[in-house]
């Protein structure tokens, strides 16, 4: 019977340190098991009962019971204790959670190219002056055509193909001129704009030509305006565009009916210094159509032609672009392919 009292004194003692041990729920569990468990080692006590005497089992009986009913009671005040604990140590993490520092990995959308180059332009002009004009896409043919100096049967409507509309004068416009009238009806001299936009031509689509594609224009009209600061203007433009210094420039007469006289500017290659693919081994690069506005033109706008002149420019702006990230196809810019315009 003293061992069997000495195994139960040993047997508490391991329990109570074992219990003071356990810092978690799981170690705490592990303990339950290994005391209070079916097979544990107070459960394997009681069977040694039976082999004591009556007067030895009327001791260690209720020593036993009291044992494993102050096990379970410990085990139960150790759980809640560690309950409670587990629940501050979380309210804890909580607290410092900051929901805004999660940044899973994830795709960011980015300007078009149109947009950023577009940006670009505008902030170019607004830096010399100018101001931003808009007009419409669906346009009068008085816009589009007859106030650029293109009557009705002027060859030049062909030059380029055209969206008529159903409705009666109406086009889809085929350059952003249509914004030089509307312009000048709006404005008095001395004045400088540019205009951005979309512009729409009937013709069959292949790597440089689309049905749709974007143009930006510019118009300064004053006292003294002359074809040097159209030629000035331009190369500024394009060393601050093609962030390169001493670009050169040369003109070539160039027919447009609202213009006289009218040019072709070409830009030394931004490239290359001896001929490259990009300039065809020109070290030129032809880029926009301008030249001084034409007397009628200003007429139309509603300005003196005897006191005023003025210059107009026109770019393929999608051109300008292809130019700059060496873009070979013009779908591209237009299709909305993910992996294309990631790139930029
Ligand atoms: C014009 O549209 C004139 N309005 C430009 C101008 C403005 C001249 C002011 C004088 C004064 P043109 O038809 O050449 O000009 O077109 C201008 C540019 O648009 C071309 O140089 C070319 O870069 C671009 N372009 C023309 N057709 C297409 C097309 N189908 N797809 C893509 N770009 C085109």
């Known amino acids: 019977m003293k061992q069997l009292t000495l195994k139960i004194e040993r047997i508490d003692q391991a329990y ?48 036993l019971n009291q044992l494993k009913q102050s096990a379970e009671d410990t085990y139960l005040l150790k759980k809640e204790a560690l309950i409670a604990q587990a629940f501050e140590q979380q309210e804890a993490r909580n607290k410092d959670f900051d929901i805004t520092s999660y940044s899973p990995l994830k795709s960011t959308g980015s300007l078009h190219l149109y947009t950023q180059a577009t940006e670009k332009i505008e902030n170019i002009f607004l830096s010399m002056g100018y101001s931003i004009a808009d007009g419409p896409e669906v346009e009068t043919e008085f816009y589009n055509f007859e106030s650029l100096n293109i009557g009705k049967n002027h060859p030049a409507r062909d030059m380029q193909d055209t969206f008529f509309l159903n409705i009666p004068n109406m086009v889809l416009r085929t350059q952003t001129s249509n914004v030089q009238v509307r312009t000048m009806q709006k404005r008095k001299p001395p004045f400088a704009v540019i205009c951005t936009g979309k512009v729409y031509r009937n013709e069959a689509t292949d790597a440089s030509h689309d049905y749709m594609f974007r143009q930006f224009e510019g118009l ?61 081994q020109s070290c030129w690069i032809e880029l926009v159509g301008g030249g001084l506005v034409h007397p009628n033109v200003l007429k139309h706008g509603g300005i003196d032609p005897t006191r005023y002149s003025g210059f107009a420019f026109g770019f393929g702006l999608t051109r300008l672009i292809m130019l700059k990230y060496s873009i070979n196809d013009i779908r591209l810019l237009h299709n909305g392919q993910k992996e294309f315009l990631e790139q930029f």
Not at 37 to 63: F, H, N, V, Y
Not at 237 to 245: L, T
């Open 16 to 63: 109570q340190q074992a219990i003071k041990d356990s810092t978690t729920l799981e170690n705490l569990e592990l303990v339950r098991i290994q005391f209070l468990g079916r097979k544990g080692e107070i459960a394997q006590l009681m069977p040694l009962l039976k082999d004591l005497s009556t007067d030895e089992k009327r001791i260690i009986g209720p020593a």
């Open 220 to 280: 300064v009209v004053g006292e003294t305006i002359s074809l040097s600061n159209l030629l000035a203007t331009m190369r500024l433009f394009f060393e601050k565009f093609f962030e390169k210094k001493n670009l050169k420039i040369r003109a070539r007469p160039g027919y447009f009916p609202f213009v006289e006289p009218g040019l072709e500017i070409d830009m030394s290659c931004p490239f290359c210094s001896n001929g490259c693919s990009t300039c065809k």
